[in-house]
């Protein structure tokens, strides 16, 4: 299972960078575009563009740019890029602005399993999601997710930032503790809600699952620890202001 993906097509944002294998991506996809839009192979359907990384070139990436104007025949229009790492520098730069600013009812759709490798302009500006590995919490990493999740709901910034300064010095411990954070909100996300309050708590938690997990990412790729969990949890604020 892909953690994130919303259930609600209205709640879909409109870029994904999806990390982790390809093959079980678009199988995990295609049960996805069955789902919300009745779509049953993405490979045939007239709303489903897919793109190989390693054979598309900046040309195809303008001309799909181009394309992208078109309403679709059905819900939603899916561009999804296997290997998107493998796209050139200028061909990202060329989907770059479409992504930016995308047409409506569309959603662009980036798998791999290096997305390091993608330019910064493109991560910063798609949702990045990975797969659920099923993590064991051990007793003080439930403890912390416990205490970590009370302060986003309580809206309690000093506890907040008391649980991440507990973790900042470890760089190993810290995307350890974001990854069992992760999974929790996702597990948060399967759950059923009165129909009053669904749409704001799943809006919070989907916001706070991006924050987390592009911190996992900036961490692993070695950027600053402290500086990295100081503007996730800036984020969260302000996404749950």
């Known amino acids: 299972m892909i953690l994130g993906?919303?259930?609600?097509?209205?709640?879909?944002?409109?870029?994904?960078?999806?990390?982790?294998?390809?093959?079980t991506d678009v199988e995990c996809l295609q049960e996805y575009f069955l789902r919300l839009f009745g779509i049953e192979d993405i490979y045939q359907s007239v709303d489903v563009t897919v793109f190989d990384g390693s054979e598309v070139g900046v040309d195809e990436v303008r001309e799909l740019v181009?394309?992208?104007?078109?309403?679709?025949?059905?819900?939603?229009?899916i561009y999804l890029f296997l290997h998107a790492d493998k796209l050139s520098v200028s061909a990202q730069n060329a989907l770059l602005k479409t992504i930016?600013?995308?047409?409506?009812?569309?959603?662009?759709?980036?798998?791999?399993n290096n997305s390091y490798k993608l330019l910064p302009t493109i991560l910063s500006r798609t949702?990045?999601?990975?797969?659920?590995?099923?993590?064991?919490?051990?007793?003080?990493?439930?403890?912390?997710?416990?205490?970590?999740?009370?302060?986003?709901?309580?809206?309690d910034l000093i506890?907040?930032?008391?649980?991440?300064?507990?973790?900042?010095?470890?760089?190993e411990k810290s995307v350890r503790y974001l990854e069992c954070l992760a999974e929790r909100m996702a597990t948060l996300l399967k759950g059923s809600y009165s129909e009053?309050?669904?749409?704001?708590?799943?809006?919070?938690?989907?916001?706070l699952l991006a924050?987390?997990?592009?911190?996992?990412?900036?961490?692993r790729a070695n950027?600053?620890?402290?500086?990295?969990?100081?503007?996730?949890?800036?984020?969260?604020?302000?996404?749950i202001d």
């Open 5 to 23: 993906l919303p259930d609600e097509a209205n709640l879909l944002s409109h870029a994904y960078m999806i990390d982790g294998d390809v093959d």
């Open 66 to 77: 181009k394309n992208t104007v078109l309403q679709p025949y059905g819900n939603q229009k």
């Open 100 to 112: 930016e600013e995308p047409a409506k009812n569309t959603v662009f759709f980036l798998l791999t």
């Open 127 to 155: 949702v990045t999601l990975y797969h659920n590995n099923t993590i064991q919490e051990s007793s003080e990493e439930k403890v912390w997710v416990d205490y970590f999740l009370s302060g986003v709901f309580e809206r």
């Open 159 to 171: 506890a907040l930032q008391h649980a991440l300064d507990e973790i900042s010095s470890d760089r």
């Open 196 to 207: 009053k309050d669904k749409y704001f708590y799943r809006v919070e938690l989907l916001a």
């Open 211 to 219: 924050s987390v997990q592009r911190a996992m990412k900036l961490i």
């Open 223 to 239: 950027t600053g620890v402290t500086a990295t969990l100081d503007t996730m949890l800036l984020n969260i604020m302000e996404g």
